[in-house]
């Protein structure tokens, strides 16, 4: 199967949705992502990076550097109230999306 | 705190990897291969650490790169539609910068002495609130009397023959005093001032150069200061040149000479022919000088011990205004008035962008869509209008800066009599900084007005909109425009139509002579090779002689005053059965000076009595009044055979009138015209036993040593011009020609200010209109594509295609009419601020108005055509199966 890269802006509600069921690292979403879309979705694990950083920066995440059961420095990322509400919008306004590409692009 | 993020970043990335790398050794892989395959699922490590720092610092900055770059490919992609946007907004833009390039050196940059809010002009003011220069007793009294000034200074303007390089030339000189000098503080360029001693009567003949002229007449010559040259006949010895661009009043001096009044000129109270410019004391507030030289007004009889002709508050007075007031004048409003017209063209320029780029958005809306959807963010959306709204106006900015450098020099060359100040116009940063202001706020608003048209930035209605196939969104936004185009374009239209009417009015003021056909140019007689009276005489009356026997020429005279316009010359006069009411000056206005056969030259009508004839020459003292001094003096009073006599000395004897002549112009054809008294030159040493030409020096005129030679001739003055050469280096090598002409130009001249407005304002309603018209016409084709379906159909059911082509022009004369009339209440408005440009015609004068709204509408029908015909060609067969 042939990787499908994410269209940006796309990545930013993929990472909402990942953190809605509890912190996570950057490797944990990746693979979360990547896991839940049957590895449709190949995410570019470096491109998760600038979208943690854009989402902190709007205030949807918060991040904190933790330490794991196994003695590792990590840094968990988590939903903030605003995030969610981000989400939902961000959600319905993808469903909306894809109806209207689905009609544009269905032949005529 | 950015090295604890990159060393943050550096350990997040670095435990991702780790962690990938045990989760594919977990599953089997080889330490080495896992390690490298959680970099290969990674990606770039360089670049994402790049793009976080983006996130946290570059962000915006790369944002506007990135939409400027995008704006730049978009518009290379509709190399159309950006050359009209950018030509539309370039003209906008360049007629902008030009007139306010006029508009910043003359009006608003300061004058280039050293602290000129210190320099006073002051003038006098009749009781009728003429305002006129000061006389010589005025002047010495305001110097001893002031406290304010720590020097004023006067000067007067006029001309002199030059001999420069083996020819001779007439320069523009100014006698000024050393006061004067010290008053305007800009020390010469080589040399010297004059001292104040060489400005008192019997000083040395001395002159300071301007740098123009000893660059251009006298070869730059590098040893000039020392040297002499012969000015009016006498050597003067140069003592100084001026810097570059040193001027007074505006007046273009070439030459400055010492003011060496007569000690005897003080008794002259009421000749007023002094200039004068003080300027104040450090730490004197001009409303302090004011309210002092209020109250010397209010003393001044008193504190001088005269009286007869003093200074009285209400009646006539001394006041003072900046040297610019002075300079700019009237100019100020013609120019604050074009300066709104242009502003108009590019309101009108960014209407028909904004329009442009609504129609643009509109076709991009799948693009706007796609973007939304794919998280381009309303703000992105909007920095993104707004770049390409800022690429287009900076582009049309710096092709605006070629064209209002064009343009500057073209009004330099075009108008070179009629704008202030016009050698300091320059395109200089503060013009470059209103340009890009311009180009910024032009970009911002159209740049956005796009974005308005678009409903809330969401993706799922824009598409939807389109796969339903409707219309505009707001259609009303585009029309808004077009109408509020027409409307910024009546305007436009209905002030130029104003100042074709006054230029109109003016050409046809009825000036009182035969304009066409007349030839005129001066001659100027030095008192130092005619030092007699009668040597003048006799050499004009070789020149009337040469030319009334040259072929082509069917009559010559000469006059002392060119009509139309000359200068006011006019003082106490006695008349016979007049008694002047209390505070009302008994002044004529004009005196004037002419040979035998002037009124039958210029075409003057006698309206009473007989002109001048060759028995006068020798007769009794005879004079010839006009027909606004008898209106003035002898209403209801038989003029022929009453008498006049000048105010000029005790031995001055009773003059009588024989004729009464049309009125002509004398100040100008848009101004009434003045109390007027004809002399016969041969006369004059009877009139004036003593000439008061000598005493007042060669600023009164009054010496006679120059007049105008009149030639009634079919030919132009460019024909006679070899003929008239030799005539005149025949009698005198030594006298230059001045101001050949043919009397049509000296009449275009003298509405010179009119004419410049009248066809810079006519340019830019031109522009305006074809800028509504492009306008209309966009709106109406972008209409009749979106109806093509519905005009098809209609077609298909039997229409006519006159009511098709009715229909659309109906809608586009619609538009035109909501334009028209908030246009017409606009300039309703508006043009009275031009009232004081105007001669004879009212701001709302209701033809000007109709020809305005005719013009309008026959130019709106005209855009609407195309698209109408067009409308029409639809085949409804290919319009249906398009849908």
Redesign the interface.
Same mark, same amino acid.
């Given at each position: 199967m042939a990787d499908r890269k994410v269209?940006? !802006?796309?990545l +930013?509600l993929l990472i909402l949705r990942t953190l809605l069921f509890g912190p996570l690292? !950057?490797?944990g979403i &990746?693979?979360h992502i990547q896991r839940t879309s049957d590895d449709v979705l190949q995410v570019?694990? !470096?491109?998760l990076?600038?979208a943690l950083?854009?989402l902190e920066?709007s205030g949807c995440i918060t991040s904190k550097?933790e330490q794991t059961d196994r003695g590792? +420095? *990590?840094?968990m990322y988590r939903l903030t109230v605003r995030g969610r509400k981000q989400l939902t919008i961000e959600q319905s306004?993808w469903d909306?999306?894809v109806? &209207? *590409?689905a009609?544009?692009l269905k032949p005529v | 705190m950015k090295k604890d993020r990159d060393e943050?970043?550096e350990?997040?990335?670095r435990?991702?990897l780790d962690?990938?790398a045990e989760?594919r050794v977990a599953n089997g892989m080889s330490e080495t291969d896992a390690r490298y395959a959680a970099r290969r /699922?990674? =990606?770039?490590?360089m670049?994402?650490k790049e793009?976080?720092r983006?996130?946290?610092t570059r962000r915006w900055l790369d944002e506007i790169v990135q939409d400027v770059r995008y704006a730049l490919r978009t518009l290379r992609k509709s190399p159309g539609f950006t050359t009209v946007a950018v030509l539309t907004l370039a003209l906008g833009i360049g007629a902008n910068t030009a007139i306010f390039s006029v508009v910043n050196a003359a009006i608003l940059q300061p004058l280039g002495y050293p602290q000129p809010e210190q320099l006073r002009f002051l003038t006098t003011r009749s009781a009728d609130g003429e305002q006129g220069e000061v006389s010589a007793p005025e002047y010495f009294e305001l110097t001893e009397l002031n406290q304010s000034f720590s020097v004023v200074g006067a000067f007067v303007v006029g001309e002199v023959n030059l001999w420069a390089r083996d020819r001779p030339r007439r320069a523009t000189r100014a006698r000024v005093n050393a006061e004067l000098l010290e008053a305007l503080a800009v020390p010469p360029e080589r040399g010297r001032w004059f001292r104040r001693e060489e400005t008192r009567f019997g000083g040395p003949a001395v002159a300071i150069l301007s740098h123009e002229l000893w660059r251009s007449t006298l070869a730059a010559r590098e040893d000039m200061v020392g040297q002499s040259i012969e000015i009016d006949g006498v050597r003067h010895e140069v003592v100084g040149i001026m810097p570059p661009g040193f001027d007074l009043m505006d007046k273009r001096v070439e030459l400055w000479l010492p003011l060496q009044l007569d000690p005897a000129v003080r008794q002259y109270r009421s000749s007023h022919f002094l200039s004068v410019l003080g300027r104040l004391k450090n730490g004197v507030a001009p409303e302090q000088a004011e309210e002092e030289l209020a109250s010397l007004v209010a003393s001044w009889g008193e504190r001088v011990g005269v009286s007869g002709h003093v200074f009285t508050p209400g009646g006539h007075v001394m006041q003072m205004e900046p040297v610019l007031d002075e300079i700019v004048g009237s100019a100020r409003r013609a120019f604050w008035v074009l300066q709104a017209a242009v502003g108009l063209v590019l309101l009108i320029a960014c209407a028909n962008l904004a329009n442009l780029l609504v129609a643009r958005a509109e076709v991009r809306r799948r693009e706007v /869509?796609v973007r939304t959807?794919? =998280?381009?963010g309303r703000r992105r959306l909007l920095a993104q209008f707004v770049a390409e709204g800022l690429v287009l106006s900076v582009l049309g900015g710096a092709v605006g800066v070629v064209i209002a450098w064009t343009g500057v020099r073209a009004l330099t060359v075009t108008y070179p009599e009629s704008i202030p100040r016009v050698a300091d116009i320059t395109i200089d940063p503060a013009v470059l900084g209103f340009t890009l202001l311009v180009s910024v706020m032009t970009g911002v608003v159209f740049g956005l007005a796009p974005l308005g048209h678009l409903p809330e930035g969401?993706? =799922?209605p824009l598409?939807?909109d389109?796969?339903r196939g409707t219309t505009a969104t707001r259609p009303w936004v585009r029309r808004a425009l077009v109408a509020g185009e027409v409307a910024l374009a009546v305007v436009l239209v209905t002030g130029a139509g104003l100042m074709v009417r006054t230029v109109l009015n003016l050409m046809t003021v009825d000036a009182g002579f035969e304009r066409s056909r007349l030839v005129t140019f001066g001659v100027a007689l030095p008192a130092a090779t005619y030092p007699t009276f009668d040597q003048r005489v006799q050499l004009y009356r070789r020149l009337i002689d040469r030319f009334g026997a040259m072929p082509g020429i069917d009559g010559v005279s000469t006059v002392s005053g060119l009509p139309p316009q000359r200068e006011h010359n006019g003082f106490g006069t006695d008349t016979e059965d007049y008694t002047p009411p209390p505070e009302v000056a008994d002044s004529v206005d004009y005196y004037q000076t002419v040979t035998s056969g002037y009124f039958e030259t210029m075409g003057i009508p006698i309206v009473r009595g007989r002109t001048f004839q060759r028995t006068d020459r020798t007769g009794a003292p005879v004079a010839v009044v006009n027909e606004a001094f008898v209106r003035t003096f002898w209403k209801g009073i038989k003029p022929i055979g009453r008498r006049v006599r000048p105010r000029f000395g005790d031995q001055t004897p009773w003059v009588t009138v024989i004729g009464v002549a049309k009125d002509v112009k004398q100040a100008g054809v848009d101004q009434a015209t003045g109390t007027e008294v004809y002399f016969l030159l041969d006369q004059l040493p009877r009139i004036f036993p003593t000439i008061p030409g000598p005493q007042l020096g060669d600023w009164s005129g009054w010496g006679h040593g120059s007049m105008h030679i009149m030639l009634r001739s079919a030919l132009p003055a460019a024909t006679l011009q070899p003929a008239i050469a030799d005539a005149v280096r025949e009698a005198d090598p030594s006298l230059p020609i001045i101001r050949l002409r043919n009397m049509d130009d000296v009449f275009r001249d003298s509405v010179r200010r009119p004419r410049m407005l009248m066809q810079l304002f006519a340019g830019f309603a031109g522009l305006a209109l074809l800028l509504a018209a492009i306008g209309t016409y966009g709106v109406l084709s972008y209409m009749v594509t979106q109806h093509r379906h519905e005009i098809g159909i209609r077609m298909a059911l039997g229409a006519e295609r006159a009511i098709v082509l009715r229909t659309v022009i109906g809608h586009g004369l619609k538009l035109t009419c909501v334009g028209l009339v908030a246009g017409l209440a606009a300039a309703f408005v508006l043009t009275r601020l031009m009232e004081t440009l105007l001669f004879e015609v009212r701001p709302n004068d209701p033809a000007t108005l109709a020809a305005v709204a005719a013009l309008i509408t026959a130019v709106a029908a005209t855009a609407s055509l195309v698209p109408a015909v067009c409308a029409t060609r639809v085949d409804p067969i290919v319009a249906l199966r398009d849908e």
């Amino acid at each position: 199967m042939a990787d499908r890269k994410v269209v940006q !802006g796309t990545l +930013e509600l993929l990472i909402l949705r990942t953190l809605l069921f509890g912190p996570l690292h !950057g490797h944990g979403i &990746a693979k979360h992502i990547q896991r839940t879309s049957d590895d449709v979705l190949q995410v570019e694990h !470096g491109s998760l990076y600038p979208a943690l950083r854009r989402l902190e920066k709007s205030g949807c995440i918060t991040s904190k550097w933790e330490q794991t059961d196994r003695g590792r +420095e *990590m840094r968990m990322y988590r939903l903030t109230v605003r995030g969610r509400k981000q989400l939902t919008i961000e959600q319905s306004r993808w469903d909306e999306l894809v109806r &209207a *590409m689905a009609r544009v692009l269905k032949p005529v | 705190m950015k090295k604890d993020r990159d060393e943050e970043l550096e350990h997040e990335i670095r435990t991702h990897l780790d962690l990938e790398a045990e989760e594919r050794v977990a599953n089997g892989m080889s330490e080495t291969d896992a390690r490298y395959a959680a970099r290969r /699922a990674f =990606g770039n490590v360089m670049r994402t650490k790049e793009d976080v720092r983006a996130v946290w610092t570059r962000r915006w900055l790369d944002e506007i790169v990135q939409d400027v770059r995008y704006a730049l490919r978009t518009l290379r992609k509709s190399p159309g539609f950006t050359t009209v946007a950018v030509l539309t907004l370039a003209l906008g833009i360049g007629a902008n910068t030009a007139i306010f390039s006029v508009v910043n050196a003359a009006i608003l940059q300061p004058l280039g002495y050293p602290q000129p809010e210190q320099l006073r002009f002051l003038t006098t003011r009749s009781a009728d609130g003429e305002q006129g220069e000061v006389s010589a007793p005025e002047y010495f009294e305001l110097t001893e009397l002031n406290q304010s000034f720590s020097v004023v200074g006067a000067f007067v303007v006029g001309e002199v023959n030059l001999w420069a390089r083996d020819r001779p030339r007439r320069a523009t000189r100014a006698r000024v005093n050393a006061e004067l000098l010290e008053a305007l503080a800009v020390p010469p360029e080589r040399g010297r001032w004059f001292r104040r001693e060489e400005t008192r009567f019997g000083g040395p003949a001395v002159a300071i150069l301007s740098h123009e002229l000893w660059r251009s007449t006298l070869a730059a010559r590098e040893d000039m200061v020392g040297q002499s040259i012969e000015i009016d006949g006498v050597r003067h010895e140069v003592v100084g040149i001026m810097p570059p661009g040193f001027d007074l009043m505006d007046k273009r001096v070439e030459l400055w000479l010492p003011l060496q009044l007569d000690p005897a000129v003080r008794q002259y109270r009421s000749s007023h022919f002094l200039s004068v410019l003080g300027r104040l004391k450090n730490g004197v507030a001009p409303e302090q000088a004011e309210e002092e030289l209020a109250s010397l007004v209010a003393s001044w009889g008193e504190r001088v011990g005269v009286s007869g002709h003093v200074f009285t508050p209400g009646g006539h007075v001394m006041q003072m205004e900046p040297v610019l007031d002075e300079i700019v004048g009237s100019a100020r409003r013609a120019f604050w008035v074009l300066q709104a017209a242009v502003g108009l063209v590019l309101l009108i320029a960014c209407a028909n962008l904004a329009n442009l780029l609504v129609a643009r958005a509109e076709v991009r809306r799948r693009e706007v /869509a796609v973007r939304t959807a794919i =998280g381009a963010g309303r703000r992105r959306l909007l920095a993104q209008f707004v770049a390409e709204g800022l690429v287009l106006s900076v582009l049309g900015g710096a092709v605006g800066v070629v064209i209002a450098w064009t343009g500057v020099r073209a009004l330099t060359v075009t108008y070179p009599e009629s704008i202030p100040r016009v050698a300091d116009i320059t395109i200089d940063p503060a013009v470059l900084g209103f340009t890009l202001l311009v180009s910024v706020m032009t970009g911002v608003v159209f740049g956005l007005a796009p974005l308005g048209h678009l409903p809330e930035g969401v993706a =799922g209605p824009l598409l939807n909109d389109r796969t339903r196939g409707t219309t505009a969104t707001r259609p009303w936004v585009r029309r808004a425009l077009v109408a509020g185009e027409v409307a910024l374009a009546v305007v436009l239209v209905t002030g130029a139509g104003l100042m074709v009417r006054t230029v109109l009015n003016l050409m046809t003021v009825d000036a009182g002579f035969e304009r066409s056909r007349l030839v005129t140019f001066g001659v100027a007689l030095p008192a130092a090779t005619y030092p007699t009276f009668d040597q003048r005489v006799q050499l004009y009356r070789r020149l009337i002689d040469r030319f009334g026997a040259m072929p082509g020429i069917d009559g010559v005279s000469t006059v002392s005053g060119l009509p139309p316009q000359r200068e006011h010359n006019g003082f106490g006069t006695d008349t016979e059965d007049y008694t002047p009411p209390p505070e009302v000056a008994d002044s004529v206005d004009y005196y004037q000076t002419v040979t035998s056969g002037y009124f039958e030259t210029m075409g003057i009508p006698i309206v009473r009595g007989r002109t001048f004839q060759r028995t006068d020459r020798t007769g009794a003292p005879v004079a010839v009044v006009n027909e606004a001094f008898v209106r003035t003096f002898w209403k209801g009073i038989k003029p022929i055979g009453r008498r006049v006599r000048p105010r000029f000395g005790d031995q001055t004897p009773w003059v009588t009138v024989i004729g009464v002549a049309k009125d002509v112009k004398q100040a100008g054809v848009d101004q009434a015209t003045g109390t007027e008294v004809y002399f016969l030159l041969d006369q004059l040493p009877r009139i004036f036993p003593t000439i008061p030409g000598p005493q007042l020096g060669d600023w009164s005129g009054w010496g006679h040593g120059s007049m105008h030679i009149m030639l009634r001739s079919a030919l132009p003055a460019a024909t006679l011009q070899p003929a008239i050469a030799d005539a005149v280096r025949e009698a005198d090598p030594s006298l230059p020609i001045i101001r050949l002409r043919n009397m049509d130009d000296v009449f275009r001249d003298s509405v010179r200010r009119p004419r410049m407005l009248m066809q810079l304002f006519a340019g830019f309603a031109g522009l305006a209109l074809l800028l509504a018209a492009i306008g209309t016409y966009g709106v109406l084709s972008y209409m009749v594509t979106q109806h093509r379906h519905e005009i098809g159909i209609r077609m298909a059911l039997g229409a006519e295609r006159a009511i098709v082509l009715r229909t659309v022009i109906g809608h586009g004369l619609k538009l035109t009419c909501v334009g028209l009339v908030a246009g017409l209440a606009a300039a309703f408005v508006l043009t009275r601020l031009m009232e004081t440009l105007l001669f004879e015609v009212r701001p709302n004068d209701p033809a000007t108005l109709a020809a305005v709204a005719a013009l309008i509408t026959a130019v709106a029908a005209t855009a609407s055509l195309v698209p109408a015909v067009c409308a029409t060609r639809v085949d409804p067969i290919v319009a249906l199966r398009d849908e």
